[in-house]
Structure formats: C-alpha cells, structure tokens
C-alpha cells in the first residue's frame, strides 16, 4: 500500500468513525498495525471498507484473503479474519451499509454470487440491489453528502 492510499484509508475511517459516533455508536479505531492484527479493526468490533467502485458498479465487493504481492500465500482476511469484528461498514462518502459479519459471511457462501480474485486479493461481489430487495439483511444503511 502506498502512502498516498494509506491515507486516503485513514481518511474514510475517520470519516465513518465520526458517522457512527454521530448516531451513539462509538467504535475506537485501532490505529497501529499491532493492535489492528492482535484484536482487530476497533475496540466495538466494527470494520470499515471503503468500495469506491459499488456506485460505478452496482456491486459491493467483501474480501475474503489477501496476500502482499502476487507469488505470497493467501491469508484469510476481511469476512474469513478470526478476530473481534462483528460488524461491516462499507460504501463510499455518498452512501454506506452496516451489516452483520456473520449474515455476511452466510450469504458470501451462497454459489449465486460472482467470486473475484486478483494479484492480492479473493473476494465476493454482490450487487446492491440484492440487499435493496432484503432489507432486513441490512442493519443501517446510510445516505449524506460528499465531503
């Protein structure tokens, strides 16, 4: 990861983090690599992705594995990582989704939804209009303006 697209990740979970402190839920973002492999993403359980390409798609992407660069070996991550995360955000700064890790992971299994893997990453694209028509599989969606 560059800087550059280290900060722009900083950037959106600031973003976030004030959004769901806004509404009563504070997370506590762990900030350094050690805290964030040790427990997890924040001290509430929440991770937060940015998909800045689901409003040019109509898909939201969850990642599965990743490694560092193309010939290293696959790691479980996002919705596969075994730590203190119970919640997903994702979107982007015009809309964003809060949902439940484990009814993720449930609907990521299902063999109706298109696999995706890169160099680096192993993932599952869902269309949004798949939780447009499930709202219930949704625990918070959100609309505000760009910043």
Do not use: H
Request: glycine share 8%.
């Amino acid at each position: 990861m560059t800087p550059q697209e280290l900060e722009d990740v900083l950037k959106y979970q600031d973003f976030v983090e004030g959004i769901l402190y806004d509404i009563g839920l504070p997370i506590g973002l762990y900030r350094s690599k050690k805290w964030n492999i040790e427990k997890g993403e924040s001290r509430a359980g929440v991770e937060i992705k940015n998909d800045k390409r689901f409003a040019e798609t109509g898909n939201l992407y969850f990642e599965t594995y990743e490694r560092r660069d193309k010939n290293g070996f696959w790691v479980e991550s996002g919705l596969n990582r075994d730590d203190n995360t119970i919640m997903i955000f994702i979107g982007d700064y015009d809309r964003g989704w809060l949902f439940s890790k484990n009814i993720l992971k449930a609907i990521c299994q299902k063999d109706c939804f298109k696999k995706v893997e890169t160099d680096t990453s192993k993932g599952v694209l869902i269309p949004i209009e798949y939780f447009e028509r499930n709202p219930l599989l949704v625990m918070r969606e959100f609309c505000f303006k760009k910043v």
